[in-house]
């Protein structure tokens, strides 16, 4: 047992070792001083924030971040918490000790005779040290009052001098500070305008950097490890690019080496491989479907890498369907295991602690079973990340310090938009002003890969694309060489699933393996029940699968399709991009021509014939009042597939070319143009007018009138208010993992775990093997599932079970309802 202390008699000679504590570890109750928790914590944030130019003003947030745990207060309330609860006085958020170094910092940096520079600061780094604990604070609030002063300038804070001394005697001299200080302050004079324009970004970063070099220490203490980090190149990236390589030069030797299509493959790879060389900017890689994009996309990035030392690659996919393929692919193309990252979503729901601005975890410096859950989530620190694009804009926008914790991650990376034609469209300005931050100020390196580029730089905030920014020249020829399929316009007349039976009974031995794509759940579970009962071969694939079911199934295809006999397999649109299989014929539901093109992808995929046919069907039982991309889309592709029918050589003979598709993306975003800036209802206001470009003039009159000073501060941002209100997609989801696979390895061993008294890093391993035997659910139906006995909740609802007769093995769950969509991106 450590020795009880008394600091409100404590001697101002510190012994060598110092008597305050900023956490116990729980299986020794090993106690880490805040001294070396404060040190050990600039020294990491230092490290993140020197890849910006900004190691002083992060390194100042870790510095000060926990001077509220040198209180009385705190550390009697730790004391007890952890070794006498039963005598506990203090409850547990009683203590503030997240105020005390932002208020240090304003009462010595925003005087009146202050420099703006130096109140800038004060309200960037403050914001991080007040706000580590949960969201960012609002400079101005819809309500007219600012969040940040009212909590920055708190009068009760309980022996906040005797912290400042403290504070100085132990860590650092008044001194030593504000010559520290001074560096924060030189950085931010730095950037110049960008230090005013760009602040939102900047207060960002430096709030991730904070978040993860706490989290990061604090961590490495529970598991008595050093938290130090490495700067130098990661020399697995020269290893990963030789291995690459290697296999790439197998591909010439093999019987269909010297086809046109597959030196049309290596000939684009090549030209990835010289483009790497350029420095980095914001590049389009327009690969035709069949191309392999992954692999070249992947020889730019590790040559890249290397060339401009970048500390990691990371792959965005619109679809969790895709990174459960391209992480497999690039894993057994590289050699590599544990270097790749694959990150679906949060198993743990933020809001489960965030209640409130101060309702995160480690406050108390002692950890529950859900903090431990929750401290082992990813850090984005591997060499190879795969991420979906919800993820990407969570880290920006999303409430929750665990999204913004990664943010920093992004910077002097080489990240890869796949299938970038994706990005929800009410979030285009935002993907936009994002995207621009990390290649224009975090020195990262974009690439938009697709085979339909969007017109991203067409609109309101556009994105700052490089001149001559495509990579793969001749790219006219090169669509015409990769043609393999013959597009059918049967819209003219629509049809259900019952006629849909009836064609395919009469056609399957024609046309052998056939995929049939619609655009509903529901539609799609109907047809996959109709064709069952005629005895057709039939498979059925859906996101109410877990990923580990739907990678069996797509296992069980691909056999099928080597066997070459007849079947059909139905599903949604969560096929369509990344999904390596080559059908011999594909009906696709009218939506938008992109998606078309993607669908039209699994057909013939591999030129094994001269072409095949795609099918395009109107589906009259599909109900799309909640999809309307999807209705918009059909609508538009509807008259151009029409138009294309009749005149070829308007679009080059090539429904799926450079020309139809530009064509499609302006008529689709001048159709939905209205919502490319994400608009908060409730106030009538946009993201970007609260956020990036601030313009809450409005607000700040208010505020003038209803108090007596005017207001004061330099940045006019509403950041807890943007995050509460941010949504990826248009409904939250909440992950269920699910009783699929055998009792040891699949959804019942996880849970099993997570319920057991596992340490922080092997809840780490459990939490990545989750995300393969998790479903994503709306709000919705999580009420059906509990209305029914459905789910079971573990620690007060941190993560939930699905109960064995709600799953099944041809379904995945089994609840009715036409969302696609966020299952999907999620």
């Known amino acids: 047992m450590p020795k009880k202390q008394n600091h409100v008699n404590r001697s101002k000679e510190l012994s060598e070792d110092s008597m305050f504590v900023a956490h116990y570890r729980e299986t020794d109750k090993k106690d880490q001083c805040v001294r070396d928790h404060l040190m050990e914590t600039k020294g990491l944030a230092e490290a993140h924030g020197a890849k910006l130019h900004m190691k002083y003003m992060a390194g100042l947030a870790g510095l000060l971040h926990d001077l509220g745990k040198y209180s009385d207060d705190f550390q009697l309330y730790l004391y007890q918490a952890v070794f006498e609860p039963e005598k506990s006085i203090l409850q547990r958020g009683d203590v503030d000790h997240a105020t ?4 240090l910092l304003y009462e010595k940096y925003y005087q009146k005779e202050s420099s703006s520079h130096e109140k800038l600061l004060v309200e960037i780094v403050g914001n991080a040290i007040i706000s580590h604990h949960g969201n960012l604070h609002d400079y101005v609030t819809p309500e007219y009052e600012s969040q940040f002063l009212k909590r920055i300038t708190k009068e009760t804070l309980p022996q906040y001098e005797q912290v400042k001394q403290r504070f100085y005697e132990e860590v650092m001299s008044e001194i030593e500070f504000e010559a520290y200080v001074v560096k924060a302050v030189e950085e931010l004079e730095q950037l110049g305008v960008y230090a005013i324009d760009g602040s939102f970004f900047i207060t960002k970063f430096v709030f991730s950097c904070l978040v993860d070099a706490d989290r990061t220490n604090t961590r490495a203490f529970e598991l008595g490890i050093s938290s130090t980090i490495t700067t130098d190149v990661n020399p697995e990236f020269n290893r990963y690019y030789y291995t690459l390589m290697q296999y790439l030069e197998s591909l010439k030797h093999k019987d269909n080496g010297d086809e046109p299509i597959n030196v049309l493959r290596r000939g684009m790879s090549d030209q990835c491989d010289e483009y790497a060389r350029k420095p980095s900017g914001i590049f389009t890689l327009s690969i035709p479907t069949g191309g392999g994009k992954t692999l070249a996309s992947l020889r730019y990035a590790l040559k890249h890498a290397m060339q401009f030392k970048k500390d990691r690659i990371i792959y965005i996919v619109p679809y969790t369907t895709i990174i459960e393929q391209n992480d497999q692919e690039v894993r057994d193309r590289l050699d590599a295991t544990d270097d790749l990252l694959e990150y679906h979503s949060n198993l743990i729901d933020e809001s489960v602690w965030d209640a409130g601005d101060r309702g995160d975890e480690f406050k108390d410096g002692h950890l529950t079973k859900k903090q431990k859950l929750k401290l082992s989530a990813e850090d984005f620190s591997a060499s190879i990340i795969f991420t979906t694009m919800v993820q990407f804009l969570n880290v920006f926008y999303a409430k929750g310090n665990r999204n913004t914790r990664r943010l920093h991650n992004f910077s002097n990376s080489i990240i890869i938009f ?35 580029q969007p017109t991203l730089g067409d609109i309101a905030y556009k994105l700052m694309k490089n001149e001559n920014d495509e990579i793969i020249n001749n790219s006219p020829a090169i669509e015409e060489s990769f043609k393999r399929v013959n597009v059918v316009d049967k819209t003219k007349q629509q049809m259900n699933n019952e006629s849909l039976v009836v064609w395919i009974r009469e056609s399957i031995k024609d046309w052998g393996s056939t995929l049939i794509i619609l655009n509903t759940k529901r539609v799609v579970k109907e047809l996959y029940g109709k064709l069952k009962s005629e005895n057709i071969q039939v498979f059925h694939l859906s996101t109410s699968m877990c990923p580990a079911h739907r990678k069996d199934q797509l296992e069980e295809i691909k056999k099928m399709l080597e066997y070459n006999t007849p079947f059909v397999c139905v599903t949604t649109a969560l096929i369509e991009a990344g999904v390596d299989v080559d059908f011999k014929c594909v009906i696709r539901s009218l939506t938008g021509l992109d998606s078309i093109a993607q669908a039209a992808g699994r057909c013939n995929r591999n030129g094994n014939d001269d072409s095949r046919d795609v099918f395009v069907i109107d589906h009259s039982e599909e109900e799309l009042d909640k999809l309307i991309d999807v209705k918009v889309g059909k609508a538009i592709s509807k008259r151009m597939i029409r138009y294309y029918i009749k005149r070829p050589s308007c679009y080059q003979h090539n429904l799926f070319g450079e020309i139809a598709m530009r064509e499609f ?15 908060i209802k409730k106030y009538e206001l946009t993201m970007t007018s609260i956020t990036i470009n601030t313009d809450l003039n409005g607000f700040i009159n208010e505020y003038n009138l209803n108090n007596i000073e005017s207001f004061p501060l330099i940045q006019k941002s509403s950041m807890t208010t943007a995050a509460k209100n941010f949504e990826a997609i248009n409904q939250k989801t909440i992950s269920i993992i699910v009783p699929y696979g055998n009792e040891s390895a699949g959804g019942k061993g996880i849970i099993a775990d997570l319920g057991g008294g596992k340490k922080i890093d092997e809840l780490a391993i459990t939490l990545k093997r989750s995300q393969q035997y998790s479903i994503n659910v709306s709000e919705y139906e999580l009420k059906i599932l509990k209305n029914g006995n459905a789910i079971i909740p573990h620690l007060n609802e941190a993560f939930f079970e699905l109960r064995e007769n709600w799953y099944s093995d041809e379904y995945g769950l089994d609840l009715k309802g036409d969302g696609e969509l966020r299952e999907l991106m999620y």
């Open 100 to 103: 005390a170094g932002g208020k």
């Open 418 to 452: 796949d299938e970038v034609q994706r990005v929800p469209l009410h979030c285009l300005s935002l993907f936009n002003e994002a995207v621009n931050f990390l290649h224009q100020k975090a020195n990262s390196s974009i690439l938009l890969c697709t085979a339909t």
């Open 665 to 679: 993306f302006e008529k689709f975003y001048e159709e939905r143009k209205g919502v490319f800036n994400y608009t």
